[in-house]
């Protein structure tokens, strides 16, 4: 028994002095971290890189008929001062561009005069001009921090893409680039009710408020029940990034070349050329490949057709529209193969070299407009549709992967949009616009 007793006290008297020490070495590891002579100081505000913390800060707006003299006198500074202040914003902010609207801040003293210290105008939600009266008229510009967000949205389309955009809490402008991204996949003039769409993106702030959208990562869009998938990749640094479909083919897809696949240009887009058949010089705004009659002419890009015809001039022709910003012409057909309405591919034969209309061989006018005005496309810088080598393909399915478990998350929802959401939103778009 007293052996036993012996051994727990010895037990008892380990496990003390184990706990002492213990605890005498980690508070000595404590010790060594805690520096008791610094004291994070009380951090001042800084607002336009002012420390604001001794002055009185009100937000104005410029009312009609409001100069920045006026506006100054206003807040009780002097001719003087503000004739210095003119001078010195030259080359930083031209003062005569303050606009009705836009608003302004004052940093004023808190004495009894209420003395105005800083005047900081805001040209729009990122930019601002500081007004310095503390600093012999100083005036300096500044930008406030862009952040980016990223964001989702989902939806279907009930009356436009534009509702379903702000029924999705997005702002109505990721309509633009969902076009411009799916301008080669989607006619977005065609969209229609039931067509639904997913779409992960960038969306940069400012104070915490939306400012512009940035890139769409990915997005899948379903028109008429196909999907359109898209992924914004790049496959290494020394290439930029392009969308991409599941495949890793590019959704930008080039014109062809020629509407001819053995062609021979016999006349250049030009401003001033003479005319063979009217004797005269005017302007050449096609591109003539001369052809045997019959050789089949082919669509430079798909599209929809939005003209086949007849008439003086042009002979039998077609017109083609590809996107919101493309549209092509074939004139001078000995026949026409398709009909309005029709959608044709890339590729695809429209039509036959003929001589119909003003033209003096068998040839086909080729023409071309960018937005509304014939171009030359021979000089015109289209983008490349090189889609992903086999060796690049690994990284680029682990990226759309990636991105695919986020769309397949994203749920549609039906919600109806509050009249209130709509005025907020709209209000975004406006502020946006307004810059
Ligand atoms: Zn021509």
Redesign the pocket.
């Known amino acids: 028994m007293k052996k036993v007793k012996f051994l727990w006290i010895g037990i008892a008297l380990l496990v003390i002095a184990g706990g002492i020490w213990y605890w005498w070495s980690g508070n000595e590891k404590y010790d060594d971290n805690i520096d008791l002579n610094h004291v994070t100081p009380e951090e001042p505000t800084y607002l336009y890189g002012i420390a604001i913390d001794s002055f009185e800060v009100e937000e104005h707006t410029i009312l009609k008929n409001e100069f920045l003299s006026t506006i100054f006198a206003k807040h009780g500074v002097n001719n003087l001062t503000v004739h210095q202040l003119v001078q010195s914003s030259e080359g930083v902010f031209n003062v005569k561009d303050i606009r009705v609207g836009n608003p302004y801040t004052t940093i004023k003293e808190r004495d009894s005069a209420q003395t105005l210290a800083y005047l900081i105008y805001h040209p729009n939600l990122v930019d601002y001009i500081v007004f310095n009266l503390k600093d012999s008229a100083a005036v300096t510009a500044g930008q406030k921090e862009v952040t980016t967000e990223i964001k989702e949205v989902a939806g279907e389309i009930t009356s436009s893409l534009y509702e379903a955009l702000i029924k999705g809490g997005a702002n109505a402008n990721l309509a633009m680039k969902m076009a411009d991204m799916y301008a080669w996949t989607i006619d977005f003039y065609s969209i229609q009710k039931g067509d639904k769409f997913k779409v992960i993106y960038e969306q940069q702030l400012v104070d915490g408020s939306p400012l512009q959208i940035g890139n769409i990562h990915a997005a899948v869009f379903e028109h008429k029940g196909v999907p359109y998938y898209g992924y914004r990749y790049q496959v290494s640094e020394d290439k930029p990034f392009e969308y991409y479909n599941e495949k890793g083919e590019s959704l930008r897809r080039a014109f062809l070349k020629a509407p001819l696949k053995f062609s021979r240009i016999s006349?250049r887009f030009s401003l001033k050329r003479f005319h063979p058949v009217q004797k005269r010089w005017k302007a050449?705004l096609?591109?003539?490949y001369a052809a045997p009659h019959g050789t089949p002419i082919i669509a430079t890009g798909s599209g929809t057709v939005i003209a086949s015809e007849y008439n003086g001039n042009n002979g039998h022709y077609v017109k083609i529209k590809h996107n919101t910003t493309y549209t092509t012409q074939y004139?001078?057909m000995s026949r026409r193969a398709v009909k309005v309405g029709q959608r044709i591919s890339q590729g695809q034969v429209i039509g036959y070299v003929g001589s119909t209309g003003l033209?003096t061989g068998p040839?086909v006018?080729?023409?071309f407009w960018k937005n509304g005005q014939q171009v030359d496309p021979l000089r015109e810088k289209f983008p490349t549709a090189e889609p992903i080598t086999k060796t690049a393909i690994p990284a680029f399915e682990a990226y759309r992967l990636s991105k695919d478990s986020i769309l397949n998350r994203i749920e549609i929802k039906k919600a109806p949009i509050s009249e209130e959401m709509k005025a907020e939103l709209l209000k975004d778009s406006l502020a946006i616009e307004a810059n």
Do not use: V
């Open positions: 006349s050449h096609g591109t003539d004139l001078h033209a040839h006018c080729y023409r």
